[in-house]
């Protein structure tokens, strides 16, 4: 995580730089004594954390967050409680009193990284939602497969066959079932055999032991029946 400290006191820029070194994952790439001053490196750099004062001359911490369109996390750091109902007004991380205590302060550094850590799993998954395709080596090309055309998948130790709807032949492609299953959305494909992954969108049919997918049937191992209950929808 990218941060930045804003206080106008040079001893309290110091402390939080040194408690800010103790923590793995923070990377400190600004310490300014304004928040005017660290205006210039907002607009050029992503920054995922602020340490910031309240009380400052000029534009207070209040101020400042509230003037922020893309508002990284924040942690206040002050000497004054008075303004704590509003910096969690304005949904900051934590609001630190002056002198810190390091635990307070690796309480709050933790909180902010947890937070950060679900905001990143939370796009990703959004993403993966939004992309309705993938892309696989095949016969040294790399070809684009739209989710929609793949009926079902089979896998044979470090390859793939891919059949799809609109092809007499299934793509082979040089990749462990595991692998591509991790790429494949969980609400659509389901994987019902070790060597297999059905497309939910293709199934017509399941009979014990079986599904039927496009026009072929795929066997279900006894390992993964519960997977067909999760696709019927008779198991949340």
Request: with cysteine; proline share 3%; hydrophobic share 40%.
């Amino acid at each position: 995580m990218n941060c930045i400290i804003i206080d106008d006191e040079p001893l309290a820029l110091e402390l939080l730089e040194d408690n800010i070194r103790m923590v793995d994952g923070l990377e400190l790439v600004g310490s300014f004594q304004s928040a005017m001053a660290a205006t210039n490196l907002l607009q050029q750099q992503t920054i995922d954390l602020i340490f910031c004062d309240i009380q400052m001359p000029g534009i207070n911490g209040l101020q400042f967050v509230k003037s922020l369109t893309n508002k990284p996390l924040i942690i206040f750091v002050t000497a004054y409680d008075q303004f704590a109902l509003d910096g969690f007004e304005l949904d900051v991380v934590d609001y630190l009193l002056k002198p810190v205590a390091t635990e307070r302060f690796l309480k709050a550094c933790n909180k902010a990284k947890t937070i950060f850590e679900q905001s990143k799993r939370s796009a990703g998954t959004e993403l993966e939602k939004r992309r309705k395709y993938i892309f696989l080596y095949a016969d040294y090309n790399l070809v684009k497969l739209n989710h929609e055309d793949i009926t079902y998948i089979e896998g044979l130790k470090d390859y793939v066959k891919i059949y799809l709807a609109n092809a007499p032949k299934p793509i082979i492609s040089r990749v462990t079932i595991k692998s591509l299953e991790s790429q494949l959305p969980a609400d659509d494909f389901f994987r019902i055999h070790k060597s297999y992954i059905v497309n939910l969108d293709h199934v017509h049919s399941i009979r014990k032991g079986r599904v039927k997918v496009g026009d072929a049937e795929v066997p279900v191992s006894d390992g993964y029946k519960e997977v067909i209950d999760k696709m019927t929808g008779r198991l949340d």
